[in-house]
């Protein structure tokens, strides 16, 4: 593991002031227009930073629009129902982060008079605030230099100083965190971390980085040594395990589709869905009694329809679709809702993409 004394070892031949007006020029010259970026609102910069995690900022643009007409304020997002905010958060995927930021915000609104803290300690204690959100809302909504330390920024820095650690690893974040706190501008610390983020996305990329279009070039000794493609080091995490799921959308006389909630806590928490079976347990041969079992009703299976296949980062669901027929019009488990009023519930992307099969929206 590098240590702090070699990191300063870095610096001895490194033009800190250079390398953040360099960097900082380029940024306030070529930056993108981006909806967060109109004002230095520190609710507006906190919901974008959440989207963006895991998110790619064109993904996230038209979900930002949709979400601060529907949740213009902390009041207005601490005062909603969590249903209604899972519905506008749908498509982006990991839940858990709508979640833990409507928790936040109650808490702000509550203990704080509805004003994002400005400081390192209140607002570490926020549900879903870490290091790199509590950075990027410092730095950018209040003008405070601390670091925001994501992949873009430790791809970045790892090419900059030559930085071999690997950034898969959690302890690698501090080496990044503490040579951020050497360089930042505190003069603007805004512009130097948004510059850095700026840069990670459309010049020094993953793969085949644009080199000769970066404005901090001259102070980068991966390309002095011609090893800009090789860094960062990043190990590959656990292969995935799949899942296989039977999902069945019933159908009931009066034209109702079978839907149910997703326990409170887990994966995609809190969201509907169509009933689902663990393939591993419950075979086609066995899935009508299964249904009798767990929904308490009869059903009639009636065709296949496409597979859909969904990758999480972690586990990746298969999923045999198929329609069914009942005559009942209850359930012990779940509703039966019309098709007219089943855009009004939030389903996660997987059964987003049975129901296109069977569901126009209108």
């Known amino acids: 593991m590098l240590q702090l004394d070699d990191l300063h070892v870095k610096f001895q031949h490194f033009s800190i002031d250079l390398f953040q007006d360099d960097l900082i020029n380029w940024f306030q010259q070529e930056k993108r227009t981006l909806p967060w970026r109109e004002n230095q609102d520190p609710y507006r910069i906190w919901v ?16 930002f629009h949709r979400f601060m007409e529907r949740f213009p304020t902390i009041q207005a997002l601490a005062e909603a129902d969590e249903q209604d905010v899972l519905k506008a958060w749908e498509g982006l995927g990991y839940y858990s982060r709508a979640r833990n930021l409507q928790n936040a915000v109650r808490e702000v609104a509550e203990a704080y ?24 809302i410092l730095s950018i909504a209040y003008g405070i230099p601390q670091p925001a330390v994501d992949g873009n920024v430790m791809r970045v820095l790892s090419r900059i ?69 090789e860094l960062p080091i990043k190990s590959k995490g656990k292969k995935q395990k799949t899942m296989p799921y039977l999902s069945v959308i019933v159908e009931n006389e009066q034209g109702e589709i079978l839907i149910e909630k997703r326990p409170e806590t887990g994966l995609l928490a809190n969201l509907w869905q169509f009933p689902m079976a663990d393939a591993t347990e419950v075979s086609l041969e066995q899935l009508v009694y299964w249904f009798k079992l767990e929904y308490g009703i009869d059903i009639i299976l009636e065709e296949t329809l ?31 809702v019309a098709m007219s009023d089943i855009d009004d519930y939030p389903f996660p992307v997987p059964h987003q993409k049975i129901l296109q099969q069977v569901h126009v929206p209108e």
């Open 113 to 136: 008079d509805g004003k994002v803290p400005n400081t390192v300690e209140e607002l570490g204690k926020l549900k879903g605030v870490g290091p790199y959100t509590k950075g990027a």
């Open 161 to 229: 100083l030559l930085i071999t650690e690997d950034i898969a690893k959690p302890k690698a974040r501090k080496i990044f965190e503490a040579a951020v706190e050497e360089m930042i501008s505190h003069e603007n610390p805004s512009a130097f971390n948004q510059g850095l983020m700026e840069l990670g996305a459309l010049i020094c990329t993953p793969k085949k980085p644009a080199c000769l279009l970066c404005p901090v070039q001259s102070h980068c000794t991966a390309f002095k040594q011609g090893l800009q493609e």
């Open 306 to 336: 496409q597979p859909v296949r969904h990758i999480f980062s972690h586990i990746i669901w298969e999923m045999i679709v198929l329609r069914a027929k009942t005559k009942d019009k209850a359930t012990e488990v779940g509703r039966f």
């Open 48 to 63: 974008s930073e959440i989207m963006l995690q895991q998110t790619k900022v064109d993904t996230v643009i038209p979900y």
